[in-house]
C-alpha cells in the first residue's frame, strides 16, 4: 500500500505527534508498505528518507503551547505536489483542523483520507470560531481516529460526527530492553519535558521539592528537555539547587536508559492533555509512574492501578505522594509490575494493526461502507466517522 502521512508540526521540534508519526511510518516501512510523510522542516533539518519537507515552520500559540506550524500559498502548492508525486492508495492526516499541512491536504486531496485527532480541548475558541471553514474540508475525510476519548470528546463537540478511538503507540520492547545509566540511578527522581512550557508542570514539580528534599536530602532531581535551565531554578533556596541535574536534549536511547534508571518518574503536567505518551513510555521503561489527576493521564494509568495520581498543581500533593513512593520499594515494584502489564495494549504490534485496519477499511471503498446493504455492522461505521451520501 502506499500511505501519505501529514505531519503539521515541524519535524526538528520534538513532540509527542512528531514521535507518534515517525513510529508509525516506521512500522509500516517494516510491514514492507511505501510510506511519504509531509512535515514541516528548517532547510538544514536531517530528515529520514521517507520525510519530505513542506517548507520553514512560524511559531504560533496553539492548544495552550506555541506550535511551529505551516501555512499559506507556497505550502498549498508543496502539499499538491507531495500529492501528485505520491499517488497515494491512502493519506493520513494528522490534526486537521489546526491551521497547517493538514488542513490544506484536505482541501487539495482527492480519495481515502483518514485523519487523526490528538487535541484534548473542551473550550477551544479557535476550533468553534472556524467551524464553518474546518466543516467543508472535514467533510472530505473517509475516516476519524481519536487517540483518547478525550480528544474524541473535543471532536465531537466542536465539529460533530465521531470517531474511533486508537491510542498513540510505543516500542515498548525498546524502552524495557535498554540498560540502566549507573549515574542516574539511586534516590533519583525523572523529569521529561519542555522546561519553559508551564502545561508540562516543571514548576508544580519545583514547588513541590523543597519538601521532598527535606524528608528525603539525598535525592536527585533529573531533567531532560530543552529550555531556560536558569529560570526553571530560580524559585528554589540556592542549596538545594545542585539537587538539579539538566541533561537537556537527549536522544532516544538515552531517554529510554533514564526511564529505566529513575526510582521514580514524575508527570506534573497541568492541562492540554490528550494521552500521555511520556507515561507509556515510562510504564514500557518499568519506571514507577506518579502523574497529575487529569482525565487523560488516569485514563492511560489504568485509573491509578499502574501509576499514582496525585491533584493537578498541588505541590503539597505531589511531595507527599513522591515521600510515601521513594520510602516504599515494595509499593514501586507493584506500580512497575502492573504498568509493564498494562502497556502491552500500546504498543505497535496492536497500534499499527488497528491504524492498518481502518486504511484498509477505507480503500475498499467509503461509498460501499455507506450503503444500507453495507454487511458491517453500523457501529463500525459511526465509531471511524465515515461520510455517508
Same mark, same amino acid.
Not at 473517509?142 to 460533530?160: D, K, P, Q
Not at 529550555?227 to 530560580?234: I, L, P, T
Not at 505541590?315 to 502497556?343: C, F, K, Q, T
Given at each position: 500500500?502506499?500511505?501519505?502521512?501529514?505531519?503539521?508540526?515541524?519535524?526538528?521540534?520534538?513532540?509527542?505527534?512528531?514521535?507518534?508519526?515517525?513510529?508509525?511510518?516506521?512500522?509500516?516501512?517494516?510491514?514492507?508498505?511505501?510510506?511519504?510523510?509531509?512535515?514541516?522542516?528548517?532547510?538544514?533539518?536531517?530528515?529520514?528518507?521517507?520525510?519530505?519537507?513542506?517548507?520553514?515552520?512560524?511559531?504560533?500559540?496553539?492548544?495552550?503551547?506555541?506550535?511551529?506550524?505551516?501555512?499559506?500559498?507556497?505550502?498549498?502548492?508543496?502539499?499538491?505536489?507531495?500529492?501528485?508525486?505520491?499517488?497515494?492508495?491512502?493519506?493520513?492526516?494528522?490534526?486537521?483542523?489546526?491551521?497547517?499541512?493538514?488542513?490544506?491536504?484536505?482541501?487539495?486531496?482527492?480519495?481515502?483520507?483518514?485523519?487523526?485527532?490528538?487535541?484534548?480541548?473542551?473550550?477551544?475558541?479557535?476550533?468553534?470560531?472556524?467551524?464553518?471553514?474546518?466543516?467543508?474540508?472535514?467533510?472530505?475525510?473517509?475516516?476519524?481516529?481519536?487517540?483518547?476519548?478525550?480528544?474524541?470528546?473535543?471532536?465531537?463537540?466542536?465539529?460533530?460526527?465521531?470517531?474511533?478511538?486508537?491510542? =498513540?503507540?510505543?516500542?515498548?520492547?525498546?524502552?524495557?530492553?535498554?540498560?540502566?545509566?549507573?549515574?542516574?540511578?539511586?534516590?533519583?527522581?525523572?523529569?521529561?519535558?519542555?522546561?519553559?512550557?508551564?502545561?508540562?508542570?516543571?514548576?508544580?514539580?519545583? &514547588?513541590?521539592?523543597?519538601?521532598?528534599?527535606?524528608?528525603?536530602?539525598?535525592?536527585?532531581?533529573?531533567?531532560?528537555? &530543552?529550555? !531556560?535551565?536558569?529560570?526553571?531554578?530560580?524559585?528554589?533556596?540556592?542549596?538545594?539547587?545542585?539537587?538539579?541535574?539538566?541533561?537537556?536534549?537527549?536522544?532516544?536511547?538515552?531517554?529510554?536508559?533514564?526511564?529505566?534508571?529513575?526510582?521514580?518518574?514524575?508527570?506534573? =503536567?497541568?492541562?492540554?492533555?490528550?494521552?500521555?505518551?511520556?507515561?507509556?513510555?515510562?510504564?514500557?521503561?518499568?519506571?514507577?509512574?506518579?502523574?497529575?489527576?487529569?482525565?487523560?493521564?488516569?485514563?492511560?494509568?489504568?485509573?491509578?492501578?499502574?501509576?499514582?495520581?496525585?491533584?493537578?498543581?498541588?505541590? !503539597?500533593?505531589?511531595?507527599?505522594?513522591?515521600?510515601?513512593?521513594?520510602?516504599?520499594?515494595?509499593?514501586?515494584?507493584?506500580?512497575?509490575?502492573?504498568?509493564?502489564?498494562?502497556?502491552?495494549?500500546?504498543?505497535?504490534?496492536?497500534?499499527?494493526?488497528?491504524?492498518?485496519?481502518?486504511?484498509?477499511?477505507?480503500?475498499?471503498?467509503?461509498?460501499?461502507?455507506?450503503?444500507?446493504?453495507?454487511?458491517?455492522?453500523?457501529?463500525?461505521?459511526? &465509531?471511524?466517522?465515515?461520510?455517508? !451520501?
Amino acid at each position: 500500500m502506499r500511505i501519505g502521512i501529514v505531519c503539521p508540526y515541524s519535524w526538528d521540534v520534538p513532540g509527542g505527534v512528531q514521535f507518534h508519526i515517525r513510529d508509525l511510518a516506521e512500522y509500516f516501512l517494516r510491514l514492507g508498505h511505501e510510506v511519504s510523510v509531509l512535515a514541516p522542516a528548517d532547510d538544514d533539518t536531517p530528515l529520514p528518507p521517507y520525510v519530505v519537507s513542506a517548507g520553514r515552520a512560524v511559531p504560533v500559540p496553539y492548544n495552550g503551547s506555541v506550535a511551529r506550524l505551516n501555512f499559506g500559498f507556497l505550502s498549498a502548492a508543496r502539499v499538491r505536489r507531495w500529492l501528485h508525486d505520491g499517488a497515494f492508495d491512502v493519506v493520513h492526516i494528522h490534526e486537521p483542523t489546526s491551521p497547517s499541512l493538514g488542513l490544506l491536504t484536505c482541501w487539495a486531496a482527492q480519495g481515502p483520507m483518514v485523519a487523526t485527532f490528538h487535541t484534548s480541548n473542551p473550550r477551544s475558541k479557535a476550533m468553534i470560531a472556524a467551524y464553518a471553514i474546518l466543516q467543508a474540508a472535514l467533510e472530505k475525510i473517509s475516516a476519524r481516529i481519536a487517540v483518547s476519548e478525550y480528544a474524541r470528546r473535543t471532536l465531537v463537540e466542536h465539529l460533530g460526527g465521531d470517531a474511533v478511538v486508537i491510542p =498513540n503507540g510505543v516500542d515498548v520492547d525498546f524502552f524495557a530492553k535498554a540498560d540502566p545509566n549507573p549515574a542516574w540511578q539511586g534516590d533519583t527522581i525523572g523529569f521529561i519535558g519542555r522546561i519553559d512550557e508551564p502545561r508540562k508542570g516543571l514548576p508544580v514539580l519545583m &514547588r513541590a521539592l523543597p519538601k521532598i528534599l527535606a524528608a528525603r536530602p539525598q535525592t536527585r532531581l533529573l531533567i531532560a528537555g &530543552r529550555g !531556560d535551565e536558569e529560570e526553571a531554578v530560580a524559585s528554589l533556596p540556592a542549596e538545594l539547587r545542585p539537587r538539579v541535574e539538566f541533561l537537556g536534549m537527549v536522544s532516544d536511547e538515552d531517554k529510554a536508559r533514564l526511564l529505566r534508571s529513575v526510582d521514580l518518574y514524575v508527570a506534573p =503536567n497541568t492541562g492540554g492533555e490528550s494521552f500521555g505518551i511520556i507515561l507509556v513510555e515510562a510504564m514500557s521503561a518499568g519506571a514507577p509512574v506518579l502523574a497529575a489527576d487529569l482525565d487523560a493521564f488516569a485514563q492511560v494509568l489504568d485509573q491509578g492501578a499502574a501509576g499514582e495520581l496525585f491533584a493537578n498543581e498541588d505541590a !503539597d500533593a505531589l511531595a507527599d505522594a513522591a515521600v510515601r513512593l521513594l520510602a516504599d520499594p515494595d509499593r514501586r515494584a507493584a506500580l512497575s509490575a502492573h504498568g509493564s502489564a498494562h502497556v502491552r495494549r500500546f504498543d505497535w504490534s496492536t497500534v499499527g494493526a488497528d491504524i492498518l485496519s481502518v486504511y484498509e477499511t477505507v480503500t475498499a471503498g467509503a461509498a460501499a461502507v455507506a450503503t444500507t446493504d453495507d454487511p458491517r455492522p453500523p457501529g463500525l461505521r459511526s &465509531r471511524l466517522g465515515l461520510a455517508r !451520501d
